[in-house]
């Protein structure tokens, strides 16, 4: 069975998208909040700005496998989108990216996935050492979101 090359999830957060983004754009965070990726470290430094060009590397695992990637911001517009690339000698494998969509009082935090390329051992592994890759990513994708649900509703400013 081949992994999914791409896909999306979801949640709705009672927050605005000011908010979202505030949590969002820490991506040094994303350890604290996805069960695949657990570190993230930015390439100059503790903190980098988060600005298209901006370089981190991000450490991952599934079941025993771990390994690390190279990751490049690709759009950071505040309170709307973030995407990055990971990086394999400097081609792009997949596109991870972020959408803050206002609805209502709160916005709609989408994330979404598109592989463009995968060298061989990536492959092999998201199609044959991954058991059950695309319902554990899936499940990933929405804890990772439901934990900036979390952070964000918590920080938003109370309605008068």
Known sequence: MTSARSGSVSVHIDAPAETVWEVLSHLERMGEWSPECYRVRWEDGPTSPLVPGARFRGWNRFGWMRW????????????RELSFATLVREREMTTWSYHIRPVGQGVDLVESFQVHWLPPSARIAEDYLMRDRNRRRQQAM???LENIKRLAEAQA????
């Open 68 to 79: 690390s990637v190279a990751c490049q911001v690709k759009s950071a517009v505040p309170a």
């Open 142 to 144: 929405l804890a990772t």
């Open 157 to 160: 400013p109370s309605a008068p």
